[in-house]
Structure formats: C-alpha cells, structure tokens
C-alpha cells in the first residue's frame, strides 16, 4: 500500500510511531495520548482562539499539494498517451 501524509504541528509535539532503526514493518504497540504544555508565550485563549486558522492554513496547505500532485499526474498521463500515439504511428508506418 502506498500512503501519503502530512502533518504540520503548531505548538505542539508528538514522539514517533517510527523509529530509523525499526525494521520494515514494525509491530506499533498501543500507547497512550501524548500530552504539550502550553507554550511559555501563549494562553490557553490564546490557543483556542489560533486554532481553528490553524487548521483552516493546514487544509489549504493540504488541499495546494494534492492540487500539485494532480498536475503532475496529468501531465504525466498525457506524456504517456503521446507516447502511445507516437509509438502506434511508427509501427503503423513500418
């Protein structure tokens, strides 16, 4: 399976699920949730408030790469009909 993800953290820390020297496919044992002391320079308002454009600057990150990949996917499924097209042409003409 291939999978695609991204994070973005805003004042916030996690510890990996993975480690460099795990092996390919690791057994992850159930942990608790990880916990973050509120950073020294905000509230708790303060984060509050900020969350929620927070996650409005994640998703419009989000969505601008899946908008890159698509382009990219395009042009690579174009690139490759043209080469299909031009293959069939030459053998039409040997």
Known sequence: MVAFALEQENHYRAPAFRRADDPEDPF???RDLSTTDLPASL???QMLVEEPQW???QLTYVR????QL???AMCRLESA???AARNETLQETC
């Open 28 to 30: 992850i044992a159930y």
């Open 55 to 57: 996650a409005v600057n």
């Open 70 to 72: 698509r382009e990219l």
């Open 81 to 83: 009909s043209e080469d």
């Open 43 to 45: 509230t708790l308002d």
């Open 64 to 67: 601008t790469v899946l908008a």
